[in-house]
């Protein structure tokens, strides 16, 4: 396993999750469609949200060549996909 892949799988794991929480929380948003009052802006910063984590995983495999592994290269994962974690888990309204 090269450096790049040890480091993309683990920035793929993290920020499948967020797009996981994006999807989940679409769907719970879905079945309470009567109830929730969600205007415009929340979808459309789920969709922001999406479209950014697609652009930024791209971006990464782009930069396949350069990537080093190390304890600096993880940290900035971890400090890259989390705020996209919580902010999709954040985004939806917990109560109708």
């Not at 080093?68 to 971890?78: E, Q, R």
């Amino acid at each position: 396993m090269t450096p790049f892949q040890f480091y993309f799988s683990f920035f793929t794991l993290i920020i499948g999750l967020a797009v996981a929480a994006v999807a989940r929380n679409f769907g719970t948003l879905w079945q309470r469609r009567v109830n929730a009052r969600v205007g415009y802006l929340t979808p459309l910063l789920a969709v922001f949200l999406l479209l950014d984590i697609s652009r930024f995983w791209l971006g990464l495999w782009a930069k396949q060549e350069i990537a080093t592994l190390g304890p600096l290269a993880l940290a900035s994962v971890l400090c890259i996909a989390l705020p996209y974690v919580f902010a999709t888990t954040i985004m939806f309204p917990a109560d109708p």
